[in-house]
C-alpha cells in the first residue's frame, strides 16, 4: 500500500502546553494521536512515552494491540519511577496498514478516528468517555451529551492500569480514501461537518491538517489539538486463490481445487514384483498419515465452521450467522439469528461492515457488534450538529482546571 501523511500539532489558545502527542512514521505506515493528562509536566510525557513505545514496539515486531499494551507499560513504569509523575495517563489512536488492503486501528480513550470516502466522513472508533458510554446506553441524546458538564471524563487510558482494553477496528480502504485521526482538542472546537468539508476541499494533507488546526483556534482553541491526516494512495492487487485449500482425488493425492490438471505422467516401464510391492509399501507410508492428517484437519474446520459467528446481511437484515462467510468444505453457514436492523439504515462504514461479513468470532462478538448496529442506526437519525452548545471560553464547562482526568478523580465505570 501506498500512503501520503501529513501531522499538524497546537497548544490552543487557552493551555500553556501541548500534553499532545503524534507519530508519522513513514518507513512503516504507523501513524497515531496520544492526548496526555496529569499535573506539571505528567500529560506531555505520559503522550510522548505512549507515542514512543508504541512506534518500538511495531519497529520489533508487535501486532498492534500488543504494541498498544506495551505503551501502557511504558508510560506505567516511567510514572513508578518519578512522584512528579503520578496518576499521567494518555489516550492512544493509532493505525497501521494489514493485509495489503486493509487498515487496522487500535484505539483507547477519547481521540478518534475517521475515514472520509467519497466526500462523507465517518467516524471510525467509539470515544471511552462517560458521556458517549450513557449515550450508547440511551441515557443521553447526543444533544445532552455535547453539553454535559462531565463531557470531558474519560472511561480508558493508558498509564492507569496493568491491564488496557484496546478497540481494535478492521477498515477495507481504497484509494482515495483519507483517514484522519485527532485528538479532542478538533472535535470539541469543530462540528463534524466542518472537519468534513476541510478535509474535502484541502487535497494535500499537510494543507488539511493545518486547515483543521486553524479552524479549531478560530473556534476557540480551549484545548490542545493534534491531527495527522493519510492518504490512501495506493492499495494492493487481492490476493491470488489460497493454493492450501485442498482436495483429495480418489486415490488420495491431494490436488488443487480449481487449477488445471496436469498432463498425464507416461506410462511407467513394466517392474518386477518385488519392486511393485516396495512402491506399494512406500504409498502407503506417505498416504496413511496423509489420510490422518487430512482427516485431522477437515475436523478442526468443522468445529472451527460451527463454532464461530459472523455478522451478515440477509433479505436487507442484519442477521447473525454461525459458520464462516462462504462456508468451509460443505459446512454452510446457517442463519443464528434475525435481528431486525434493516441494512439501509446503516451508516456506510457499518454497512461495509456487515456486507463483506468483516466481523467474526464468538457469538457473544457478533452481539455486541449487532448492539452497536443498533446504536448506529439510532444515532444517525439524530443530527452530531452543536449549533445550540455555548462556544465561548466562560460559559465552556472545559478548562484545564476543572478536566478530571487523573486517576483518584475519574469514575471507575464497569466496562
Ligand atoms: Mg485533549
Keep these: 500500500m501506498k500512503f501520503a501523511a501529513a501531522a499538524a500539532t497546537d497548544q490552543g489558545r487557552v493551555r500553556t502546553n501541548n500534553e499532545d502527542a503524534f507519530l508519522v512514521d513513514d518507513k512503516r505506515a504507523l501513524f497515531a494521536v496520544a492526548d496526555g493528562m496529569g499535573g506539571h509536566r505528567g500529560g506531555e510525557v505520559a503522550s510522548h512515552t505512549a507515542v514512543e513505545a508504541l512506534r518500538a514496539a511495531v519497529a520489533s515486531g508487535s501486532a498492534l494491540n500488543d ?9 506505567l513504569s516511567r510514572a513508578a519511577g518519578d512522584e512528579e509523575l503520578t496518576g499521567m495517563g494518555t489516550t492512544l489512536t493509532a493505525v497501521i496498514p494489514i493485509g495489503g488492503r486493509q487498515l487496522l486501528v487500535g484505539h483507547v480513550g477519547d481521540s478518534r478516528a475517521y475515514l472520509l470516502r467519497e466526500g462523507t466522513l465517518q467516524r471510525v472508533t467509539d470515544d471511552h468517555s462517560l458521556v458517549e458510554e450513557l449515550v450508547r446506553e440511551g441515557r443521553l441524546t447526543p444533544e445532552q451529551a455535547d453539553a454535559h458538564p462531565q463531557r470531558a471524563i474519560i472511561t480508558r487510558a493508558l498509564g492507569i492500569d496493568d491491564e488496557v482494553d484496546v478497540d481494535v477496528y478492521t477498515l477495507d480502504v481504497e484509494p482515495g480514501d483519507r483517514v484522519l485521526l485527532c485528538s479532542d482538542g478538533l472535535t470539541t472546537m469543530l462540528r463534524e461537518r466542518d472537519v468534513e468539508r476541510l478535509l474535502r476541499t484541502e487535497r494535500e494533507p499537510q494543507h488539511a491538517a493545518d486547515a483543521l488546526v486553524d479552524a479549531a483556534n478560530a473556534s476557540g482553541g480551549e484545548d490542545n489539538i493534534t491531527v495527522v491526516v493519510v492518504d490512501v494512495l495506493e492499495v494492493d492487487p487481492p490476493a491470488p486463490p489460497d493454493p492450501t485449500a485442498l482436495l483429495v482425488d480418489g486415490e488420495g493425492r491431494p490436488e488443487e481445487a480449481a487449477s488445471p490438471q496436469p498432463a498425464p505422467e507416461p506410462p511407467a516401464p513394466a517392474r518386477s514384483k518385488r519392486s511393485r510391492l516396495r512402491t506399494v509399501r512406500g504409498a502407503l507410508l506417505v498416504l496413511v498419515p496423509l489420510l490422518l492428517i487430512i482427516g485431522v484437519a477437515a475436523g478442526i474446520l468443522g468445529w472451527y465452521a460451527r463454532s464461530s459467528y459472523f455478522v451478515g446481511a440477509d433479505n436487507n437484515e442484519v442477521v447473525i ?12 453457514p446457517t442463519i443464528d439469528r434475525r435481528t431486525g436492523i434493516r441494512v439501509a439504515d446503516l451508516p456506510q462504514l457499518e454497512r461495509d461492515r456487515v456486507e463483506t461479513n468483516s466481523t467474526r468470532g464468538s457469538l457473544a462478538t457478533a452481539d ?3 448492539t452497536r448496529l443498533a446504536g448506529a442506526t439510532t444515532t444517525t437519525t439524530v443530527p452530531r450538529t452543536t449549533t445550540t452548545r455555548p462556544r465561548t471560553a466562560t460559559t465552556r464547562p472545559r478548562t484545564t482546571t476543572t478536566r478530571p482526568r487523573t486517576t483518584t478523580t475519574r469514575p471507575r465505570l464497569a466496562p
Design 67 to 75: 504494541a498498544i499494551e506495551r505503551a501502557n507499560t511504558a508510560v
Design 321 to 332: 450467522f454461525k459458520g464462516v462467510p462462504g462456508g468451509v468444505l460443505g459446512w454452510n
Design 368 to 370: 455486541a457488534f449487532v
